[in-house]
């Protein structure tokens, strides 16, 4: 069946240091891919997505782009902040039910 | 304005009870949804609802049922509760397929 992989955390950075954060794919067809964040104590946000091969999606300075030919999705972002200290799950929709899959989870911590 | 709330925020109770976690969304999306977040952030869908049809995921035990009063509900009732029940359990909503989800602050059960 569909499934996400990301990287393991925890990661841990300085601020301004620059992120990147694994996600692969296994997936039948063209899945949309997602990355969604999760700060402390909330639920989880919508941060960017991709609906098709060669997208970027990207927000808040962060940026994933849907590699089909890797079958990737990895998030970046060029100079964390400690306000980015959160979650990011990497997700796609895919199944008969079109329902969202997630990744583990990674967790980052971004240190002053 | 929340749009999708969950209540209560913390629910700690012993093995053996039964307890209800409510939801309520404002948006007027069509679908619901429930998610169950372990200890490592491991995040499973457990349920999606709506006004057409309930799909389990088939991996949920049976003593969690969820009831739907109206399109902008779907509370999760969860009978005889076991410790390995303890978790956050995130509601969440979408206007349809393609959409993204918005989802609830969560709700932390811990099962004594």
């Known amino acids: 069946g569909d499934s996400v992989t990301q990287m393991e955390g925890p990661v841990t950075l300085s601020e301004e240091a620059f992120l990147t954060i694994n996600c692969t794919y296994t997936?039948?067809?063209?899945?949309?891919l997602f990355w969604y964040v999760q700060y402390p104590g909330e639920g989880l946000q919508l941060l960017l997505k991709?609906?098709?091969?060669?997208d970027k999606g990207s927000n808040k300075g962060f940026e994933a782009t849907y590699r089909k030919e890797t079958t990737s999705f990895h998030l970046e972002k060029g100079s964390v902040q400690v306000s980015d200290s959160a979650v990011y799950f990497c997700?796609?929709?895919?199944?008969?039910?079109?329902?969202?899959?997630f990744g583990k989870g990674t967790k980052l911590s971004v240190k002053p | 304005d929340t749009a999708v709330s969950q209540t209560p925020k913390y629910l700690v109770t012993q093995m053996g009870n039964d307890k209800s976690i409510k939801c309520e969304q404002n948006?007027?999306?069509?679908?619901m949804y429930w998610y169950k977040q372990d200890s490592k952030k491991f995040l499973k869908i457990m349920f999606s609802y709506n006004n057409k049809e309930l799909i389990i995921n088939e991996t949920v035990p049976n003593r969690f049922s969820p009831k739907s009063p109206d399109k902008a509900h779907l509370n999760l009732h969860i009978n005889s509760l076991e410790l390995g029940d303890s978790a956050v359990y995130f509601c969440?909503?979408?206007?349809?397929?393609?959409?993204?989800?918005?989802f609830g602050n969560g709700t932390r059960l811990t099962v004594t």
């Open positions: 991709a609906t098709k091969a060669d």
């Open positions: 969440a909503s979408r206007y349809r397929e393609n959409s993204p989800l918005h």
């Open positions: 997700a796609l929709r895919g199944g008969s039910q079109g329902n969202l899959i």
């Open positions: 948006l007027g999306h069509d679908t």
């Open positions: 997936a039948t067809g063209y899945p949309s």
